[in-house]
């Protein structure tokens, strides 16, 4: 499960992460080499998760995935339960001791495991993985933050085999209502034979003892086959365990499912992002009849630097600094200000303010998205469209899934216009739409085939869950960031900020409320 999101402060997280790098990289071999044993031993275990066919999965038909069997898998990779260790410790010792001391409880354990094939080699693959930057780009729905924060071998880079390094991320649900996981761990590459190679990750809280104990990231990660011709078949394998913690309630039975941090959602995402990367190389000249090749490159690009922003500054602990807000009638609800790095020549400094909340509503997810990514339903909650005429000017769809698209959107009145760049996409579990406004002149400049490459964006959006028990409902999160041209410095936020904030996104969630429920004639007939 999840848990609120404490005052543990990221000073704290940090200071471990130094101590962590010291230890690793003060010379001490014994060190050095625990950790090289653990990681070629999680290497051997990922390995045989990913190729057993027998009794260690069962398939989930109703999630379509495979779940891990945590009976066999404990005759199987624990021989001896740490509980019976820990009696036989006592009989041979003599002595009487209270078994519930030191020993972990109320502690959920989560396994799948599900594949797919990609249109990429599996030293393209590996190098990815290896690389934090790129990793978290390709999993930022998933991952908010890396940092690698030791290499302790190279490897073979030419062959993406044997580098070991030493890291710490942020996984994530997305709501900031939830604290994401938070790990250190190590992550190794190993070619298995001459088509087949392994990633795999595992936690080094049994040699780094964490003082604030959450989840334990057992091995994980991937086998990767080669198929040939530049593509490669995927075989993702996640295993968790985690201390049950407090979350709010709406949350409860999506997190007790386990599909929020399944092997599903990250196939389904990698399966995404490697169709984004081919269609970036494609040589494809067409961008919906409208543009150039150069014109949709520059749009997939600011697209997915969009949502890496959106999925940083919302969702990350590093990033955070969330506050709820207490104003009478205002409950659930999270604010920021934060300095805007990408423009420290503009003075004074510009500074954003983001304000996000979840909501629980009586509607199913598939309704919600396709409602909230219509262009023709935004001026039924966005405040700003309102007796504007709102149009798409050009859509680039996904060939694999129509509803994943990026879009121009504009907005017209006698008063002005306003450009959105919009995506919008799901993975097995969530589903996202994200938006950014852009001057209007820039995007006419990115569709002539400039370059995107120094546009600045705000992004805003929405994520809709499952909410867990029922196909019939679901959980939406909203997260506006605004320029609060008032503002100068990060460290104050003005009440009238925050009374036109929390404003600002009461009204959108009851407008979205009423469009979604007269739409759907909620309730309905007894």
């Not at 190590?186 to 087949?196: A, E, F, Y």
């Not at 959106?310 to 807000?325: A, Q």
């Not at 509503?361 to 396709?370: A, R």
């Not at 036109?500 to 759907?520: K, Y």
Request: proline share 5%.
């Amino acid at each position: 499960m999840g848990a609120i999101i404490t005052d543990i402060s990221w000073t704290t997280y940090m200071q471990r992460a130094r101590d962590l790098l010291v230890a690793v990289s003060s010379g001490a071999e014994e060190h050095k080499t625990w950790i090289l044993d653990l990681a070629f031993s999680a290497t051997e275990e990922l390995r045989l998760l990913a190729q057993e066919h027998d009794s260690l999965w069962i398939f989930d038909v109703d999630h379509g995935y495979e779940i891990l069997n945590q009976t066999e898998y404990k005759r199987r990779f624990e021989p001896l339960d740490p509980t019976l260790e820990e009696i036989f410790r006592l009989i041979s010792q003599g002595k009487p001791r209270d078994l519930n001391e030191n020993v972990e409880c109320h502690v959920s354990c989560e396994g799948s495991r599900a594949n797919g094939v990609v249109y990429r080699s599996p030293v393209c693959l590996v190098s990815m993985f290896m690389d934090e930057d790129k990793w978290t780009s390709t999993f930022s729905n998933i991952v908010s933050k890396a940092i690698n924060l030791a290499g302790l071998t190279p490897g073979d880079m030419e062959n993406a085999t044997g580098s070991v390094q030493v890291m710490y991320a942020e996984f994530h649900i997305c709501s900031p209502l939830i604290s994401p996981r938070q790990m250190y761990f190590v992550r190794q590459s190993r070619q298995i034979d001459n088509n087949t190679w392994v990633v795999a990750d595992v936690s080094l809280e049994t040699i780094y003892p964490n003082p604030f104990p959450t989840s334990k990231r057992k091995p994980s990660g991937c086998l990767i086959q080669a198929l040939g011709d530049g593509v490669s078949k995927v075989t993702w394998v996640e295993h968790y365990s985690e201390r049950e913690g407090l979350a709010p309630s709406m949350f409860k039975a999506l997190l007790e499912s386990g599909v929020a941090y399944s092997a599903k959602r990250w196939i389904s995402t990698l399966e995404r992002q490697c169709e984004r990367i081919a269609t970036l190389e494609a040589r494809d000249d067409s961008l919906n009849d409208k543009g150039s090749g150069a014109a949709r490159n520059g749009l997939l690009k600011l697209a997915g630097r969009m949502s890496r922003l959106f999925n940083l500054k919302i969702f990350s602990t590093m990033e955070s600094g969330w506050r709820g807000v207490t104003l009478p009638g205002v409950d659930g609800i999270l604010i920021k200000n934060w300095l805007i790095l990408d423009d420290l020549q503009q003075i004074p400094p510009r500074i954003a303010v983001s304000i996000a909340t979840s909501v629980w509503l009586p509607v199913k997810q598939d309704q919600v998205f396709n409602f909230l990514r219509n262009e023709q339903s935004r001026a039924k909650w966005d405040i700003l469209a309102h007796g504007m005429e709102v149009e798409e000017v050009v859509r680039i769809s996904s060939p694999r899934n129509s509803t994943d698209s990026i879009s121009v959107v504009s907005q017209c009145s006698k008063r002005g216009a306003i450009t959105y760049l919009q995506e919008s996409y799901n993975d097995s579990v969530a589903c996202y739409i994200g938006y950014a406004p852009v001057d209007v002149w820039t995007m006419h400049h990115i569709l002539q085939g400039g370059t995107a490459d120094s546009v600045a964006v705000l992004p805003s959006g929405f994520v809709i869950l499952p909410d867990g028990s029922t196909d019939q409902s679901s959980i939406l999160t909203i997260a506006f960031q605004i320029i609060d041209e008032e503002l100068t410095t990060p460290q104050e936020l003005q009440e009238s900020s925050l009374i036109t904030a929390c404003t600002l996104i009461r009204d959108t969630v009851s407008l979205i409320q009423t469009a979604l429920l007269q739409e759907l004639n909620w309730p309905p007939p007894s």
